[in-house]
Nanobody, 122 residues
Framework: QVSLVESGGRLVQAGGSLNLSCEASGRTFTTSAMGWFRRAPGKDREFVAAISRGGGTIHYAESVKGRFVISGDSAMKWINLQMRSLHPEDTAVYYC???????????????WGRGTQVTVYS
């Protein structure tokens, strides 16, 4: 079992920056990738970014490329999401996930955090 706890979400003005963190505990040696997903009000959960153990594979959603940066440690104990040039459309609950593949499909992720709210106002 792996437990994930997100932090860092808050209210931020459009154009601003924010850093999200996710700490993993438990059997992290069983996972080989971690990622961020988000769910905006009234919308489905969507992929944001993912990173493999050691950072060899990194993927971003097109909507955040060039604005968000994902990073993590080789032990899969934590990942961060540096967010800049935030838009109101980035408003969502951001979820950390851990699993076996740094891909967009949620089927690769077995463990999920409870989420942290990011609200971007204009």
């Amino acid at each position: 079992q792996v437990s994930l706890v997100e932090s860092g979400g808050r209210l931020v003005q459009a154009g601003g920056s924010l850093n999200l963190s996710c700490e993993a505990s438990g059997r992290t040696f069983t996972t080989s990738a971690m990622g961020w997903f988000r769910r905006a009000p009234g919308k489905d959960r969507e992929f944001v970014a993912a990173i493999s153990r050691g950072g060899g594979t990194i993927h971003y959603a097109e909507s955040v490329k060039g604005r968000f940066v994902i990073s993590g440690d080789s032990a899969m104990k934590w990942i961060n999401l540096q967010m800049r040039s935030l838009h109101p459309e980035d408003t969502a609950v951001y979820y950390c996930a851990a699993g076996l593949g740094a891909f967009e499909d949620t089927k690769y992720y077995r463990y999920w955090g409870r989420g942290t709210q990011v609200t971007v106002y204009s």
